[in-house]
């Protein structure tokens, strides 16, 4: 998927443990950056060779949590999941969203 000039890569073998781990195709990970109200956090535990993210954003009518980071101009999705954590901080990110 190519979105506003971004690309979207990942692991195959990384993608085939995380759809059974998880049950989340990194394919559709691609979509929480879609969402309008979409959050963008620094994972500061998982930084220490390259900067890594999280992106909070509503995939299939329920909120998912994608880990990636920046890769030659590409984001490179590094897991993904429906994790009660992230609907947590998306919801409140909602909160404080001007109406």
């Known amino acids: 998927m190519k979105e506003k000039g971004v690309s979207f890569e990942w692991s195959d073998q990384k993608a085939a443990l995380n759809l ?7 394919y559709d990970a691609q979509f929480a ?8 956090a620094e994972d500061l535990e998982h930084s220490q060779t ?7 954003g509503m995939v299939h009518e329920k909120i998912m949590t ?5 890769r ?4 490179r999705v590094i897991g993904a999941g429906y994790w009660r954590q992230g609907k947590k901080i998306y919801e409140q990110a909602q909160t404080k969203l001007p109406r």
């Open 66 to 70: 994608v880990r990636f980071t920046y």
């Open 20 to 26: 059974q781990k998880h049950g989340v195709s990194f």
């Open 33 to 40: 950056f879609l969402d309008q109200h979409r959050v963008i």
């Open 72 to 75: 030659d101009k590409a984001i």
């Open 50 to 56: 390259e900067k890594r993210y999280y992106c909070f």
